[in-house]
């Protein structure tokens, strides 16, 4: 097994990447986890993409994962006359929730309770912001009349932003569901959840996923202002969290989304959840050969401000250049994390009155140690993934290499910053296995003679307890 980044890369899998040569082609460019986008696609074009996914992480010897990414109640116009009509601004348009084809005076919304949730004053964006539209009165059944304030190009089933507006929709649609069972029974690492406003809506996704008897975790995916007001408390019931700055960008002032970004980062890190930075990082890649100078710099800045994993979106899934920007991301991240030393070293004290403050403060002593002795690698046994999320998130320059029995676990933490995953399931002694453990990585090229190693385990080792033990020792 080769180790790559620390930070991960996510890629979008659609028609341009569906493909099982050009989906070898970018777990070789740098590939960490493949996006589904469940808003686009059909569920065989799907089953054929995870297929091959699977059969070349066995022929790869590779732990590529999956996130499914739910679409959620996300808002649309329906078809428009022509294909595209022009709003004026300064015109009066009436917005329905009657199917009809939509023209310059009359637009039809997928939002059957619009009428009953908007408020006279509030503001309607179509497609990310590019027409904006005030609401001047609504029926409250059927009809909301609309000025047209800024005008342009209306094309069939743009997005629609209500920024101001309570909506009243659940996170999880009827397509939703049956996309989650979908993925659920295609036994996906990561389910992405769209649009979350409170910490309920996690609450529902996993209580489903329970009865599913799945052990698929969670990508809360903030782009909606009503998050940021429970942000700790979404952060604390999540298992990873996605930085959406498109609908983001929409529903908040631009200048706010880099804050608001930062912000995220840090509070990931400190509850030791996952972070991906998604949207546009590379967008000019769709039609050109290499990114933009402004692009690279938003990658750089991800991969400095601490995030998990970078993502690229219709780069890879609709781009005519998918391995190519894939490849471009890799060796921006990998510049960066060979030349800025601030990316590490971000150890954050354990909480004493904690139920895991045991492995807590292992964990944490262990990273202290790692940064102050030059440690070569951290290596842990886990059956949780617990200690492998925990270490990351201290963010050690030490490679972090997790043995596990659990092969969904190795593919879960493709997307954990610094983690790197050995199918291993002998559960000897305590100093046998970690002997055993430190012989693997010195044959797999990871430790060479002199290096320092750090090896967490539970003892006893046979009782797959929480990590209670700390071992330093000198590769002879």
Known sequence: ?????????????????????????????????????????????????????????????????????????????????????????????????????????????????????????????????????????????????????????????????????????????EKDIKDLDFALKNKVEWI???????????????????AADSTARIVAKIEKPEALLEIDEIIEATDAVMVARGDLGVELPLEQVPTIQKMLVRKCIQQSRPVIIATQMMESMLTNQSPTRAEVNDVANAVLDGADAVMLSEETSVGKYPVRTVQHMHNIVSYIEAHEKSIYFREHHPELHNITFISDSICYNACVMAKHAGVTAISTMTNSGYTAFKISSHRPKANIFTFTDNPSLLTTLSLVWGVYGFYYDKYESTDDTIQDIQNILRQEGHVIKDDFVINIASTPIKERGRANTLKLSLIE
């Open 192 to 210: 992405g959840l769209s649009f979350v406003r409170s910490v309920t809506d996690i609450m529902d996704l996993r209580q489903r996923i329970k």
């Open 1 to 173: 097994m080769k180790t790559g980044n620390k930070t991960k890369i996510v890629a979008t899998i659609g028609p341009a990447s569906t493909a099982k040569e050009v989906l070898r082609e970018m777990i070789n460019a740098g590939m960490n986890i493949c996006r589904i986008n469940f808003s686009h696609g059909n569920y065989d074009t799907v089953t054929e993409t995870i297929s091959n996914l699977r059969e070349l992480n066995v022929e790869m010897e590779t732990y590529v994962g999956i996130l499914a990414d739910l679409q959620g109640p996300k808002l649309r116009i329906g078809e428009v006359q022509d294909k595209s009509v022009e709003l004026v601004a300064g015109k009066e348009v009436i917005i329905t929730t009657v199917p009809a084809i939509s023209t310059a005076e009359r637009i039809y919304i997928t939002y059957p309770e619009f009428p009953k949730d908007v408020v006279v004053g509030e503001n309607v964006l179509i497609d990310d912001g590019k027409l904006l539209l005030k609401v001047i009165a609504s029926d409250k059944d059927k009809e909301v009349k609309a000025l047209v304030v800024q005008g342009g190009t209306l094309s069939s089933r743009k997005g629609v932003n209500l920024p101001n507006t309570k909506i009243s929709l659940p996170c999880l649609t």
